[in-house]
């Protein structure tokens, strides 16, 4: 067996990525560190290497415990790694759970119930009802 495999290679076969491709992105878009040090796709690691991952909104850490390039079942995975992520991290996932935050961006698809309220009650403001439009005019 190998002494180093590339990270984008390990991290599809201990299926962290979905794809290979996946896995390049996140290395050009700087989600993916080595022992603190940002990696590229290319990089070789090595037993015992620590692999942090930035999945927004939390960072994942995992530590190598047996390299392969040959993707493996779920089932093969804690043989070769070891999630190694703080609590404090899923404490934060946890919370965006909790708090419901929706990755809705304002403006795109149809609007809510509550949006649809608030656009009638801006169109149709109550004072509006009020208001007598029979004016008497003298000619």
Known sequence: MADEVRIDKWMWA???FKSRTIAVEACKKGRVMVNNQLAKASRNIK??????????????SFKVLQLTERRMGAKLVPDFMENVTTPDQYEIL??????GFVDRAKGTGRPT????RSIDEFAQPEFMDDFDFDFDFED
């Open 113 to 116: 119930k509550k949006d649809r």
């Open 14 to 16: 201990v299926r962290i």
């Open 94 to 99: 946890e919370m965006n759970k909790i708090s």
């Open 47 to 60: 037993v015992n290497d620590v692999i942090q991952v930035r999945k927004p909104p939390i960072t994942y």
